[in-house]
Every structure is written in C-alpha cells, then in structure tokens.
C-alpha cells in the first residue's frame, strides 16, 4: 500500500476538551495576564483559528463578546485562550469585504479536510518536482471554501505577527497552489481565487496562480 505522508504544508487543527470546570466570566480584555496565561504569539494564533473554526459567524458578527463566551462554555477553548483572543482582528473579520461575500455565498465550507495523491496533483512546483513519482499521499485543512457564481473561493486564516503582505503571499504561495489543485481534484469544481486573510493586518491577500 502507498505510504501516507504529511507534508509540512498540512495545516493540522486541534480541537480543544472541555476539560475544565464549568466557569463564569466576563471576557472584557484583562489589564494582564498571569504567567500561567501569557500566550506566545502561535498558541494567540491557535487560540483565533480554533474561535473561528467553531463560532457561529452570524452570532459573532452580531455579538463577538457574547460568541466568544459561547464557544469557550462549550469547551473548544479555554477560559485563558478567550482571553487571547484580539477583539479588534477578530472584529474587523466581520466588517471586512470578503466576510460579505461569504454571507452572500450559495455554499461555504469549513474546515475543509482532503487527502490526496501527489502524483494526481495538476501544479507546477518545486515540490511537485521532487515527489512527481512517489506514491505518497498529502492531506490538509483548509479553513474555509466558499462557492460563487459557480466557482470555489479558497479562504485560509493567518496571524502571523510581524509579517507584511509581500512576506505572507511568499511565505505561503506554494501551500495554497497545491490546496486549490487538491481541492479542484476531489470536488470536480474550478477554483477561481485563493487567498490569505490575515488577523494581523485585517485584510485578504490575494495569491495569484
């Protein structure tokens, strides 16, 4: 049987137990945190991309305080990752462009899993150079797909902190090239955008293939 590979372009998601008490708080943002609750700047990403694979988008845009305190009572994260959370990247979400084209949507996805073989993958890349004859597999995550006028929309989050866009659209290219052909390949659909949303700079980055 072939071999099953994940690359380091697979982005692996990881949903949170609800491990803890049951808690009452108020999710105003706290002056500090304690050491116990002080984040690096992945585990604040982790935190905003596990709130946004669970949340309701309509209640969020509505109320993201309220939202936020759902999502945490229901153990996908915790009380200290609620609190990591930055109100206004996740508030700007909301109010940007590509949100209303996602509420104008006929269909979105998220959390759009796919595996894949290399070799059944249509790009041209460095990396589909060096694995065009193996039997290996790759398999990812796609935070969110969108159709539109007939075609797919391909959305993934980044908070990445200290980056400009140039830096994210290099840093990132080849791993939503090779998410557009999976993608195209398993759905039967043409992909007519991908693109990066970036918590940090509060906009969508279009990456071009």
């Not at 585990?43 to 109320?63: K, L, N, V, W």
């Not at 084209?101 to 150079?129: N, Q």
């Not at 539109?148 to 140039?166: C, F, H, M, P, T």
Request: proline share 1%; hydrophobic share 35%.
């Amino acid at each position: 049987s072939s071999d099953v590979c994940s690359s380091d372009l697979t982005q692996i998601t990881k949903k949170f137990g609800n491990n803890d008490e049951f808690f009452d708080f108020k999710l105003s943002r706290p002056r500090f945190l304690s050491e116990e609750t002080e984040f690096t700047g992945a585990e604040r990403g982790t935190a905003i991309h596990t709130f946004f694979q669970y949340c309701d988008f309509s209640a969020a845009e509505s109320d993201l305080e309220s939202e936020i305190r759902r999502v945490a009572e229901r153990g996908f994260i915790t009380r200290a990752q609620a609190y990591s959370i930055d109100r206004e990247n996740a508030a700007a979400f909301f109010e940007s462009e590509l949100y209303s084209r996602i509420k104008g949507a006929d269909r979105v996805w998220r959390e759009r899993k796919f595996m894949t073989a290399v070799a059944d993958l249509d790009i041209e890349l460095p990396l589909s150079e060096a694995f065009k004859n193996s039997d290996g597999m790759i398999k990812g995550i796609i935070d969110l797909v969108f159709e539109e006028n007939g075609s797919l929309v391909i959305v993934d989050y980044k908070s990445d902190r200290r980056a400009s866009e140039k830096q994210l659209a290099e840093r990132y290219t080849n791993q939503l090239r090779l998410y557009k052909s999976a993608l195209e390949l398993i759905s039967g659909q043409s992909v007519s955008e991908i693109c990066l949303y970036s918590f940090e700079l509060k906009r969508k980055i279009e990456i071009k293939f």
